[in-house]
T-cell receptor, first 112, second 113 residues
């Protein structure tokens, strides 16, 4: 598998439901970040979790990191139609001087 | 504060032609990055500037790609000559020195026909 694979590739839920996206990576990391991309727009930084952290919250976002399994999850609670976007995880590897390695992304569709 | 801007938003060129993409980072950001996403693949790192110096250009695919950042402000990425496989979306990002959060521009969609 490639560095930063995400699962699922696409997710469709109804407004108010929770959405969970997973990310796996291969190498040692300094941190893992989640980004959102709305159609035709740039990537927006959502949240960062450092390698010595296990869980982090920001508003309706909850990120977990398991460095032993080299995996992370992003939970969006009480989803809204405006959350419809593509979500990417990105890792900053140790010794890579801030270069980000991205996953393939999860396309989230939130319907009314 | 203005965000990262990129020009053009779209470019359609023929194989063998030259294209130059421009990125204006957020004012005061020393770090500038180029990434690209080719169809169906993940976003991949191309190179990283710190001010006007190339810190890491390990992601540049070949010598048809030339990136510059004169004066440590805006950056250009030239593709010469363009090939079909160069089609994709080219993103630029910038960050403050010492900060890991990168701010991305909207990207330039390049189509080589």
């Amino acid at each position: 598998s490639q560095q930063g694979e995400e699962d699922p590739q696409a997710l469709s839920i109804q407004e108010g439901e929770n959405a969970t996206m997973n990310c796996s990576y291969k190498t040692s990391i300094n941190n893992l970040q989640w980004y959102r991309q709305n159609s035709g727009r740039g990537l927006v930084h959502l949240i960062l979790i450092r390698s010595n952290e296990r869980e982090k919250h920001s508003g309706r976002l909850r990120v977990t990191l398991d460095t032993s399994k080299k995996s992370s999850s992003l939970l969006i609670t009480a989803s809204r139609a405006a959350d419809t976007a593509s979500y990417f995880c990105a890792t900053e590897g140790t010794g890579t001087a801030s270069k980000l390695t991205f996953g393939t992304g999860t396309r989230l569709q939130v319907t009314l | 504060e203005a965000g990262v801007t990129q020009f053009p938003s779209h470019s359609v060129i023929e194989k063998g032609q030259t294209v130059t993409l421009r990125c204006d980072p957020i004012s005061g950001h020393d770090n500038l990055y180029w990434y690209r996403r080719v169809m169906g693949k993940e976003i991949k790192f191309l190179l990283h500037f710190v001010k006007e110096s190339k810190q890491d250009e390990s992601g540049m695919p070949n010598n048809r790609f030339l990136a510059e950042r004169t004066g440590g402000t805006y950056s250009t990425l030239k593709v010469q000559p363009a090939e079909l496989e160069d089609s994709g979306v080219y993103f630029c990002a910038s960050s403050h020195r010492g900060y890991v959060e990168q701010y991305f521009g909207p990207g330039t969609r390049l189509t080589v026909t």
